[in-house]
């Protein structure tokens, strides 16, 4: 290919010097190879050059709807009912379109491919085409509403769709990539978020990204395949031309938005929000519910312990068997840490209910939080393993009966009358997992609602008895009465 790399630009400037005529007719691979101007050398590379260069097709993605919703999200990542998001202001997606098999599967290979057994995503190599665009290239996610276009599909009436836009390698700006103009491969797209620049491991049919959590980073993943049947192998120039809109009988160069790979992602970690409040009904008798003699009652830290943080995301795997794609495994140096809850607010419109919308990586728990009567309180969120990941092999945590159990710790305050300050620690609390019926435990791309009811101190109340003195009067006839005669 290196050798055909340098040899492109001079055989595609002798063919810009052939004849009208005969640039029309070798349009094609086949019509190139027929040429008999050209020498064999001169026919393979002329191919290969114009097999390798872009098509008029453009590579776009989008995730499309039929809603009307103008809802806005944040990180972490929320969707819309519809599945549309958008990615925050210098966050993106990491992005892999990768070669799936020669489209070719009977008689002579066109020349310049490989056979599907010996495409290699590992190749650095752009002109081998077994990958499109950049490897890890670099997109944001952005709403696009009706009458707005994603390439050459023109949205309709109440038509939304979340776009997947490249961006150069500045990301400064977008770009646009094209299908290569020869059908030698289908493709299929795989991405993942957040995009990291580091801990990138390729090997031929497997793609992987190593992660460090901390408890703010919202993994997601998907892949874009086409649906339909005959075209299940992949994506390409000629099934985008395919699929194109006729009109008596020609084609008018459009999509219909359902035609452009579809990035099916969804969430691969856990997310737990933390409430607190108390049921206890000396809450209001001890004053806490009326600030009553400055009485407080507080929560002043909570965090989770000993979760593992090191894990590797399968971004694309080929492989018949043990598939890992879409998968978080742990790595071998697991890394154990605690991990505190970070900032969620509460809706304005009702103070009860949590607003994804507004969160930071700030600590939920920097000032204490009232602990309330009844109505729970929010004190944050935060996003770990599911059940499932701490259930994997590799995943030991020192001196804990039950590993896939989450633990949290977390410290009370309290003030008395006299505004004397007292804590209390609540050490090795678990998360009890929720049960039902083919589910176990903490479930990837779900919410869980871990509430917190702390009893109230109790304080240390006395009473007192004194028992009668037992009397008797002086004329009794009692043992009491002790008569003494002296002489």
């Not at 030698?184 to 795989?190: E, L, P």
């Not at 049919?205 to 703010?216: E, H, Q, R, S």
């Not at 779900?446 to 304080?459: G, L, S, T």
Request: with cysteine; glycine share 6%; charged share 15%.
């Amino acid at each position: 290919m290196n050798e055909i790399t340098d040899r492109m630009k001079k055989y595609l400037f002798f063919l810009s010097a052939v004849s009208m005529a005969m640039f029309t007719a070798c349009s094609s691979g086949d019509d190139l190879a027929a040429a008999p101007e050209l020498t064999q050398a001169e026919k393979d590379a002329a191919i290969i050059a114009e097999a390798i260069s872009p098509s008029d097709v453009q590579i776009r993605l989008g995730m499309g709807s039929q809603s009307s919703s103008n809802e806005v999200t944040r990180a972490p990542l929320e969707s819309e009912s519809d599945g549309l998001f958008t990615t925050p202001t210098g966050q993106y997606l990491g992005i892999f379109c990768l070669a799936q098999q020669n489209q070719t599967t009977t008689g002579a290979l066109p020349v310049g491919s490989v056979a599907t057994n010996a495409i290699d995503w590992s190749s650095t190599d752009a002109d081998t085409k077994f990958f499109l665009m950049a490897q890890n290239q670099a997109a944001k996610v952005v709403k696009v509403g009706p009458g707005g276009t994603l390439g050459n599909v023109t949205l309709g009436n109440n038509v939304y769709a979340s776009e997947v836009q490249f961006m150069n390698g500045a990301l400064d700006d977008t770009q646009i990539y094209y299908y290569p103009y020869g059908n030698w491969y289908n493709y299929y797209f795989y991405g993942y978020y957040p995009r990291q620049t580091t801990g990138i491991n390729y090997a031929s049919g497997k793609i992987t990204v190593d992660f460090a959590i901390n408890g703010t980073q919202d993994i997601i993943h998907g892949t874009a395949k086409p649906a339909a049947d005959y075209l299940a192998t992949g994506f390409n120039a000629k099934y985008l031309r395919t699929l194109q809109k006729l009109e008596d009988g020609i084609h008018d160069g459009k999509n219909v938005l359902a035609d452009l790979p579809n990035l099916a992602m969804d969430h691969k970690l856990t997310q737990v929000r933390f409430w607190v409040k108390t049921t206890s009904s000396n809450y209001t008798t001890y004053g806490y519910g009326t600030g009553q003699n400055d009485k407080k009652f507080k929560i002043t830290s909570l965090k989770l312990t000993q979760v593992p943080t090191n894990w590797t995301l399968t971004v694309a795997d080929k492989s018949a068997t043990n598939n890992t794609e879409g998968q978080l495994l742990p790595q071998s140096t697991l890394g154990l840490a605690n991990i505190t809850p970070k900032v969620m607010a509460l809706l304005a419109s009702d103070n009860k209910t949590a607003d994804p919308d507004h969160t930071s990586d700030d600590e939920a728990l920097v000032d204490p939080i009232d602990i309330p009567l009844t109505n729970a309180q929010l004190v944050g969120y935060a996003m770990i393993p599911t059940t499932e990941m701490m259930a994997l092999d590799g995943v030991t945590i020192p001196e804990r009966t039950d590993k896939t159990v989450p633990y949290f710790d977390f410290t009370i305050s309290y003030t008395d009358a006299n505004n004397n300050a007292s804590t209390f620690e609540f050490k090795n609390q678990k998360i009890e997992l929720p049960t039902q019926a083919n589910v176990t435990g903490l479930q990837a791309n779900h919410v869980y609602n871990v509430i917190i009811d702390v009893p109230v101190p109790e304080e240390i109340d006395m009473t007192a008895t004194l028992e009668q003195w037992a009397t008797v009067t002086v004329t009794e006839t009692s043992p009491q009465n002790i008569n003494i005669s002296v002489d």
